[in-house]
């Protein structure tokens, strides 16, 4: 049971380039979500999904897509990446609707230079 | 104003000490509180959940919640330098969207 993984660790970027974050969970969670953490800021949330087949924006969207693949799989993709993207990108997920709780992937590394 | 603020520290204490750890927020609606913690480079971990006011100890740790101050707080009892990480305070009302503060680090000292 590895939980909620994500990939890559670590990607520099540069200005203009686009990518793809990928999440998976192996928990049978129907909830899926994107946050930004920044210095001093938190974590910000980017997208959430609430069930297979449905995404809502969070408080950050700007600059983001994103694609909930099936029950497990959820990505984020920045189309044309900018500096101030430059942060650390979590991913989590829970059963909602049962606890509030949210369970955390290990992040990815975002440098867009 | 932030709907959740969180003193960022850096704090230090001494093994042994009784950490005292706190949030306030301003929206009434939240009921679900939580506390995560995260170690360096890593994805935050659930540590404590509370349901509206009220404390819940869970071995060294206890949190509390008092509704009416708007106030939420974490007690670490003899604190350890394996609790050495940034605690990050969380809560949510009916819409289910979590709102975390921006986390206090906390370093403790062999």
């Known amino acids: 049971n590895a939980g909620v993984t994500q990939t890559p660790k670590f990607q520099v970027l540069k200005t203009g380039q686009s990518m793809t974050l990928q999440c998976a969970q192996d928990?049978?969670?129907?909830?899926m979500y994107w946050y930004r953490q920044d210095p001093g800021m938190g974590l910000r949330l980017i997208y959430y999904?609430?069930?297979?087949?449905?995404?809502d924006k969070g408080e950050v969207p700007n600059g983001y897509n994103v694609s909930r693949l099936n029950k497990r799989e959820f990505s984020l993709r920045l189309e044309s990446a900018a500096p101030s993207q430059t942060s650390v990108y979590f991913c989590?997920?829970?059963?909602?609707?049962?606890?509030?709780?949210?369970?955390f992937g290990p992040g990815t590394r975002l440098l867009v230079l | 104003q932030k709907e959740v603020e969180q003193d960022p520290g850096p704090l230090s204490v001494p093994e042994g000490a009784i950490v005292s750890l706190n949030c306030t927020y301003s929206?009434?609606?939240?009921?679900?509180f939580m506390w995560y913690r995260q170690y360096s480079r890593k994805g935050p971990e659930l540590l404590m959940y509370?349901?509206?006011?009220g404390n819940k100890e869970d071995g060294r740790f206890t949190a509390q919640v008092d509704k009416s101050s708007k106030y939420i707080s974490l007690f670490i009892r003899d604190s350890q330098p394996s609790d050495s990480a940034t605690y990050l305070c969380?809560?949510?009302?009916?819409?289910?969207?979590?709102?975390f503060g921006s986390g206090t680090q906390l370093t403790v000292l062999p």
């Open positions: 989590a997920s829970n059963l909602q609707g049962e606890s509030e709780t949210q369970y």
């Open positions: 928990m049978n969670h129907n909830s």
């Open positions: 999904s609430a069930s297979e087949g449905t995404t």
């Open positions: 929206n009434s609606a939240f009921q679900y």
């Open positions: 509370t349901y509206s006011s």
């Open positions: 969380a809560m949510s009302g009916s819409a289910r969207q979590l709102t």
